[in-house]
């Protein structure tokens, strides 16, 4: 596949670090990113920070929410098709206690509204964890969500009402975490997700999202580090991920390379595979390239990742370069 790749920011933002970004189209063709950023992660001067791209340059980082002096985390883009752009995340000191936040901009995120909590009085958080929500084929709004307490498990959170209420589904499967979603045909609803087993783990639903079958294994390796996905029009499913299995050294696993890999039936078989990034760790030196976003678009698909903790890097393939059947 023929990639474009660049950077958001070079040097100069106003924070040291920054992780877990997010991306959504603009109505002009143009994209808006997102992540957290700050001294480093977990830090009380942690804040959601953003950008936009236009005529195919990035604007300079900006603070996009604050709420109070706690850790901010995992940001979560999403369209709603209707002209309006929604900024979900994480305010707490800890992932076992946070809450999630949302604000909305009606000018395609140049403003924003106050921010307010998704699910009032909640902990642990509801709505999207880490991955974006997608829109069913009946119209429904579904998030995909995880709890950290009490031992690692997956949710579903439904709105029926553009997101004015949400019914989260019965938690499922064990040391499973952050989710990515898609839709195969009316009803049927899939998701892979990051697990401390080694593999990416899957369920399917027949109903929707209402309920789930049994969290499964997969063969896909992954190194207890966030995933995402996005389904093609003619229906190719792209995963981006870290291709590499934990190991007795690193607790994580080391999160490198960075890899495309395509699915043309479903997510039954995986046999296109391209990497972004692949620099091996040293020693002690692990590189990070990371927890990524990737989303389908008007013109094929684009995605930003995790560069090194130091910028968030930024890429898209034009869809006469993605493999199809006919292709490959």
């Not at 959504?24 to 959601?48: N, R, T, Y």
């Not at 003619?234 to 299995?245: E, F």
């Not at 094929?300 to 006919?326: C, H, K, L, N």
Request: charged letters at 20%; glycine letters at 12%.
């Amino acid at each position: 596949m023929n990639v474009h790749k660049e950077f958001i920011f070079a040097g100069g933002q106003a924070f040291a670090q920054c992780h877990a970004s997010t991306l959504v189209e603009l109505a002009d063709g143009g994209f808006l990113a997102a992540w957290f950023g700050g001294s480093a992660e977990g830090k009380d001067d942690v804040a959601i920070w953003g950008a936009r791209r236009t005529d195919g340059t990035w604007a300079k980082p900006e603070r996009l929410a604050k709420v109070r002096d706690d850790p901010h985390w995992n940001p979560v883009l999403f369209a709603d098709g209707v002209g309006k752009i929604y900024l979900f995340f994480k305010v707490g000191k800890s992932v076992k206690t946070w809450e999630t936040w949302v604000i909305s901009s009606c000018d395609q995120g140049r403003h924003w509204s106050a921010p307010r909590e998704l699910v009032p009085g909640d902990k642990g958080g509801r709505g999207p964890v880490k991955n974006k929500p997608i829109i069913l084929s009946d119209g429904t709004w579904l998030a995909p969500g995880s709890l950290e307490g009490g031992g690692w498990r997956v949710f579903f959170d439904r709105s029926g009402d553009g997101g004015r209420t949400w019914e989260s589904s019965t938690p499922i499967g064990e040391g499973v975490i952050q989710p990515t979603l898609w839709e195969s045909a009316p009803g049927r609803v899939h998701m892979l997700a990051r697990s401390a087993c080694g593999v990416l783990c899957r369920s399917d639903s027949q109903d929707y999202g209402k309920t789930w079958a049994e969290v499964y294994r997969t063969a896909i390796p992954n190194n207890c580090s966030g995933i995402d996905l996005t389904a093609l029009g003619d229906g190719t499913l792209v995963l981006l991920h870290n291709p590499s299995p934990p190991d007795k050294t690193h607790v994580w696993g080391v999160r490198t390379p960075l890899t495309l890999t395509l699915s043309l039936d479903n997510g039954e078989t995986w046999p296109v595979r391209q990497d972004l990034e692949n620099k091996p760790a040293i020693g002690d030196v692990l590189p990070e390239f990371s927890y990524p976003a990737i989303i389908k678009t008007s013109s094929g698909f684009a995605f930003t990742y995790t560069w090194e903790r130091e910028t968030i890097a930024f890429g898209a393939v034009a869809s006469q370069d993605v493999p199809t059947r006919d292709t490959r």
